[in-house]
Nanobody, 114 residues
């Protein structure tokens, strides 16, 4: 198993920036950020593997950047040019193996005001 501790988030005006961080208790195969807003399903925002292969949802490409520190078992999500539609609870996610279980953080609120 792995424990995930998130930090960052908060309230920002549209066009602003925020940075989320997540620390894992052990090394992982991949880590990611998901988000969920009221009435919507949880969706992938960005994912990064130990080899630093990255993928992004179309809605955040060019605005968000995911990075990883393998030595510290941490990831960060730099979010720029934020929009009100980015408002959601953001969850850190980790997998220990390519087809293994998903582990989740407690979630952190991001609110973007117009």
């Amino acid at each position: 198993q792995v424990q995930l501790v998130e930090s960052g988030g908060g309230l920002v005006q549209a066009g602003g920036s925020l940075r989320l961080s997540c620390a894992a208790s052990r090394s992982t195969f991949s880590m990611a950020w998901y988000r969920q807003s009221p009435g919507k399903e949880r969706e992938l925002v960005a994912r990064i593997t130990g080899g630093r292969s990255r993928e992004y949802s179309d809605s955040v490409k060019g605005r968000f950047t995911i990075s990883r520190d393998n030595a510290e078992n941490t990831i960060a999500l730099q979010m720029n040019s934020l929009k009100p539609d980015d408002t959601a609870v953001y969850y850190c996610n980790a997998m220990l193996h390519p087809f293994g279980a998903h582990y989740w953080g407690q979630g952190t609120q991001v609110t973007v005001s117009s």
